[in-house]
Structures are given as C-alpha cells and as structure tokens.
C-alpha cells in the first residue's frame, strides 16, 4: 500500500504535496486511506491543521468510518467527491499480441489520435501504451497512468462501443508483462462502481492487496 501511495502522490512523509502526474495538481485529495487487512495508511493533504489531523488519526485508532472522517473534513472544507475501490496488484499473465494489438512506438503514435490524443500528448509518460487498433484508430488502450521508482499504476480505457468484446483483459496483461520488463511492479485499481474494470481484474485474476480511499474538496 506504500508503494501504491508513492506511485499516486508526490509525499512528503504522510504529506500529500500533489498528484504524481504531468500537468494534473487540481483536485488534490484532502486524505488518501490505504486499507489492507491488518492496517489502515493514512496521507493528508499538506494545508490541513494539525488540530484534524489529530482527529483523523483519533477516529482512525478506534474504528476506520467514513461518514465519521467526512463529518470531521467537513468542519474544513466541503466536500466534492469520496472516491473508493479496491487495489490490486497484477501477476504474470500469459499474454499474446495479434494482428490487432501493438505496442505503441514513435512509428505509430498517430493510431492514437483519433480518441486518445491526450494521451499521446503525454508518450513519454503514460509509455508502456498497449493499444487495440480498428480501422487504423487505437480504440482501446492500457498505459501507464503515474509512476514511481518501483512501480507503474494502469489506466485502461475502451472506446464504448468497442466493450464487453474481450479486448481489455489481454491488453491489461500485455501492458504488465512491458512493465515487468522494464523492472518496475504492475499496479490496477479501480472504483467499487467501475463494472467494467472490475470485471476486467476478476477475469484476469488480480490479487487485490487493499482498498483506496480518496476525499476531494471544492
């Protein structure tokens, strides 16, 4: 969960300084909670007194409640989103590449133009990026969405028409396979209202080691 939490945030020990992603510093979260089953992880946003932090880490000592640690982030700021879901990390899979999939390269960036220009903007960052390619447009995606020097969090998104067709899995496990390569652990979360990308994580496995907690404010 550690490594997780440095792989999302800029930290300063249990301080979160920003979101660890080029050119994305709005909504940084008030909290972020690591739950596993033996510990709960806290990291709180740089601007809040220590008067709640205190109280954050109280309440968390005796019973890990979410209406209760909104109630107390309240009396700051109000509150625009709770963002929940579970956290896994990603085995070798066996994976294969077909005439559909490739490894997006320098040469062929411009598949990405079409519904993922953003990221294309961002190559260098959000690379490994495994694509599925339709009528010469990448209409699914698994890249690299933040990145710490141990491990690479995944992004996956399918152009909607193109879901519930079997695509996501194996670029998912494409893209892991890339950044076990390059020496760095694979990582997947999602939220507990994302169908489709637990769905993904079920089919392929995943070994789920927590459960993310995110607080934003207005």
Known sequence: MQIQAITLYLLDG??????????????????????????????????????????????NRTDFNIIALCNILRTYKQLKRIWMGPAYMIPKLPSFINKDICIITE????????????????????????????????????????????AIEASL?????????????????????????LGYIPLYSTSWDNLHSQRVAQKLGLIQYGIDVNITAE
């Open 157 to 181: 998104f399918t152009v909607e028409h193109h879901r519930g067709k079997g695509i996501a899995p194996n670029l998912v496990a494409i893209w892991s396979m890339q950044v076990r390569n």
């Open 107 to 150: 040469s062929n960036r411009h598949y990405l133009n079409r519904y993922f220009n953003d990221v294309n903007k961002q190559y260098e960052h959000k690379s490994p990026i495994i694509a599925f390619i339709d009528n010469g447009h990448a209409v699914s995606v698994c890249c690299s969405a933040r990145k710490s020097n141990q």
């Open 14 to 59: 249990n301080k979160i300084v920003g979101i660890n992603e080029p050119g994305q510093q709005a909504d940084v979260p008030l909290v972020f909670f690591g739950r596993t089953r033996s510990s709960i992880f806290t990291y709180l946003r740089t601007d809040l007194p220590q008067s709640l932090k205190d109280e954050i880490d109280q309440r």
